[in-house]
């Protein structure tokens, strides 16, 4: 167990959105050297401007740095950085370790770490319960998949995020862990926006009734990190609605694969549909309040 990085360990970072941004600025005041890769040169000069290094390919991070964490979209840009052209196995000196924060396909997620380990590398699937403001706030939670000798050599790592991290078993249990935490998660975020939105059609004062709320039965977390977004309509994103419309589908997609109706989150489904044809995806996803004042009787 490694309680402390070495000093000025490179560490590669490949994705440099929110939560990668957000990653980033942990891992710097920790004290790691974060080489770091995007395809959008704006994020990699905004990486350059926090104190991080910036490089032209993720071959070129497998070149300098033992450890990598991937922030990407999906598994299926995962699978095309990690094995495809100028990709990490394209290095002469692989990584020991591809630390994976992806909300991705369970499935897919276990073959890649099954090819990544036949080469040599291991792969923990370590997705992030929290927004990017709650990374920085110290108070998100890996959930990790992996083999334990692998979660423990990158233990530095994850205690360089201030929160929690737990290993849950084999590659893919993070990914299924996060899909199940996010169902819950998005049920609790559109029920305070519809909660919200009928109180306010009642001619309640919405401050009172949020601070109410708080003190009863019915608190959520989820109103104290998108309350008063929510009132306020502040959508700056710390997480996107279209992020998370993606991870609603995988949730569809998974619980199909496994024979499970899923009805509270098929409704779910259709509220994103719509914010995101309204053209909402890019803004926080607390911003699903619009989609609910958008529903009227007719």
Do not use: W
């Amino acid at each position: 167990m490694n309680p402390h990085p070495p000093d000025n360990e490179p560490i590669g970072l490949i994705g440099s959105g929110l939560v990668g941004t957000a990653l980033a600025e942990r891992l710097l005041s920790a004290g790691f050297d974060v080489v770091g890769y995007d395809l959008d040169p704006s994020r990699s000069a905004h990486l350059v401007s926090l104190g991080g290094r910036a490089v032209s390919s993720p071959e070129a991070i497998a070149c300098q740095c033992r450890r990598v964490i991937l922030s990407l979209l999906t598994t299926d840009v995962v699978c095309q950085v990690v094995e495809g052209e100028d990709g990490l196995l394209e290095a002469e000196a692989r990584p020991q370790f591809v630390i994976d924060t992806t909300t991705g396909d369970p499935e897919a997620v276990a073959a890649l770490a099954g090819r990544l380990a036949a080469r040599g590398v291991q792969y923990l699937d370590a997705t992030l319960s929290g927004s990017s403001q709650q990374i920085r706030d110290g108070k998100a939670v890996f959930m990790v998949g992996g083999e334990r000798e692998a979660f423990e050599a990158c233990r530095d790592v994850f205690d360089a995020v201030p929160g929690n991290a737990v290993c849950l078993g084999p590659a893919g249990s993070g990914t299924k862990a996060k899909l199940a935490s996010n169902l819950i998660l998005g049920l609790n975020r559109a029920a305070l926006a519809e909660g919200l939105v009928f109180a306010e059609r009642l001619g309640l004062e919405l401050p009172a009734f949020l601070e109410l709320l708080k003190c009863t039965p019915a608190y959520s977390a989820i109103m104290d990190t998108k309350g008063e977004k929510m009132l306020a309509g502040d959508f700056a994103p710390q997480a996107r609605l279209a992020q998370h419309a993606k991870d609603v589908k995988l949730i569809l997609n998974e619980a199909e694969r496994v024979g499970q109706e899923l009805p509270l989150s098929q409704v779910h489904h259709a509220l994103l549909t719509s914010a995101l044809n309204a053209g909402d995806g890019d803004l926080d996803n607390a911003a699903v309040i619009q989609e609910m004042r958008r529903r009227r009787c007719r």
